[in-house]
Nanobody
Framework: QVQLVESGGGLVQPGGSLRLSCAASGSIFNIVAMGWYRQAPGKQREWVAVITSGGRIKYRDFVKGRFTISRDNAKNTVYLQMNSLKPEDTAVYYC??????????????WGQGTQVTVSS
């Protein structure tokens, strides 16, 4: 069993900041990559940022310069620091992990999602 538990969402005014966290636990052998996705009402889920175990990072253009993804490999935890938030960043944010289990199987896992609302 593998679990991803997210925290850190909430309501913030435009221009404000939030920090999301996601901790993976369970029968994990190796985490290949962790990332953040989001889904706004009426829209498809989209990826936001990803970081590999080796530290390679990619961002979608719409968050570059505002969001920072980081990772603590020892804690199997990924963070998303979100600054200069805009109303269009409002969405449910999901954590994703591409990992290998102790059994040798490799699969994608998802967190339960955390709501981020940017509004005055």
């Amino acid at each position: 069993q593998v679990q991803l538990v997210e925290s850190g969402g909430g309501l913030v005014q435009p221009g404000g900041s939030l920090r999301l966290s996601c901790a993976a636990s369970g029968s994990i052998f190796n985490i290949v990559a962790m990332g953040w996705y989001r889904q706004a009402p009426g829209k498809q889920r989209e990826w936001v940022a990803v970081i590999t175990s080796g530290g390679r990072i990619k961002y979608r253009d719409f968050v570059k310069g505002r969001f920072t993804i980081s990772r603590d490999n020892a804690k199997n935890t990924v963070y998303l620091q979100m600054n200069s938030l805009k109303p269009e960043d409002t969405a449910v944010y999901y954590c994703n992990a591409d990992l290998e289990r102790l059994s040798g199987e490799r699969d994608d896992y998802w967190g339960q999602g955390t709501q981020v609302t940017v509004s005055s």
